[in-house]
């Protein structure tokens, strides 16, 4: 299984996302896009926004055209929030706001994720990148995936960070994971039998886990 390939908007070259995308083992490639900020397989096109980005949107009304365009250019657009607090402003009434994400979500099925940093966004950009092969369950596994428990150590490798996510791994058996496997490319192409072999992964966790990261439900 190759690297997974991320096209990455060039204004955003630089940032802290998609260093650690890099870091993450992803295949990188840096262009001018028309819309979007990073495209997933072709198909998945998002638009990456800080709270503050989106609220000046919203009070723009911008948001609503970039809606329309993202819904023309990519078969699955998504629209990211990065921040503390991605739907407050006081300067913008709460009817303002929900208005412009019903409009998104509701009216034009373009869902819009919240992230609280740029670690976060970048272990939900990667899992949507590895969740788009042959996967249709995608946006259930997503739900599960990146969540208020991540961990906030700085100086731990991204890579561990993002396997301890998946269901009964932890910090501890992330580790194990990433030394067995050496990457996140083979640890997500790994069958049942594969995992088994990694010490403290039993046949019903090697299964949940490879459930999810096949797109699956466990039986």
Do not use: C
């Not at 997933?40 to 000046?56: A, H, M, S």
């Not at 992330?174 to 039998?193: C, D, E, P, V």
């Amino acid at each position: 299984m190759n690297a997974f390939n991320i096209t990455i908007s060039s204004r955003l070259k630089n940032h802290a996302v998609a260093q650690t995308l890099a870091e993450l083992g992803t295949d990188i490639s840096h262009i001018t896009l028309r819309r979007g900020d990073f495209v997933l397989g072709g198909r998945f096109g998002i638009k990456f926004y800080t709270d503050r980005e989106f609220i000046q949107s919203i009070k723009e009304r911008s948001i609503y055209r970039e809606v329309l365009e993202l819904k023309r250019e990519f078969s699955d657009p998504i629209i990211i929030v990065e921040g503390e607090h991605p739907f407050d402003d006081p300067q913008v009434s709460l009817a303002t706001i929900h208005g412009a994400v019903l409009f998104a979500s509701v009216a034009n099925r373009v869902p819009i994720l919240t992230t609280r940093n740029d670690m976060e966004t970048a272990q939900m950009i990667f899992m949507m990148a590895a969740q788009t092969g042959d996967s249709k369950d995608w946006q259930m596994a997503m739900a599960s995936t990146v969540g208020p428990q991540l961990m906030d150590g700085e100086d731990l490798d991204p890579r561990i960070n993002l396997i301890a996510e998946l269901p009964e791994v932890g910090p501890t058996l992330a580790q194990g994971l990433l030394k067995h496997f050496g990457s996140l490319s083979r640890l997500f192409a790994a069958k049942i039998t594969d995992l088994r072999k990694v010490e403290g992964i039993g046949a019903k966790k090697a299964e949940k886990i490879h459930a999810f990261l096949n797109g699956h439900q466990a039986a």
